[in-house]
């Protein structure tokens, strides 16, 4: 694989609305990080590795088992690629997010080797 198309991002955002993280990781290098849209750092927090970003991924479905992004938009440019999308989600406490975001993407030999994540800041939704 040498090119990463915006295709291959829509499949990888089909596989996170499918909860699967095969599909999900396929296009992730093993060395690739993972800058989460909060955390105690300015980036969020930080998270290293293939195996440590899917139980990340992971473990968000399983705290909003109707995790759902949906797609706006997806395009590469050279070693960097963006993706569009609104964030929904119920948490155990029934409380909702609701919310646009991005993802921006780093590429290098046709896989992703940084995904930062941002997402707009929205109180929480009472469950509908």
């Not at 996170?16 to 296009?27: L, W």
């Not at 997806?74 to 993802?103: L, M, N, P």
Request: proline content about 2%; glycine content about 10%.
């Amino acid at each position: 694989m040498s090119q990463l198309t915006a295709e291959d991002l829509k499949a990888t955002f089909d596989a996170f609305n499918r909860h699967d993280i095969e599909g999900v990781m396929k296009h992730f290098a093993d060395d690739c990080v993972f800058y989460t849209v909060g955390g105690p750092d300015v980036h969020g927090t930080r998270i290293e590795g293939k195996a440590a970003i899917a139980q990340a991924f992971s473990a968000v479905w399983e705290g909003m088992k109707d995790a759902h992004w949906a797609q706006r938009g997806h395009f590469v440019a050279g070693d960097r690629a963006v993706s569009e999308w609104t964030f929904s989600g119920t948490r155990a406490d029934g409380k909702r997010i609701e919310a646009d975001g991005v993802d921006i993407f780093r590429i290098r030999d046709g896989r992703l080797v940084e995904k930062h994540a941002f997402r707009k800041d929205r109180p929480l939704q009472d469950a509908r």
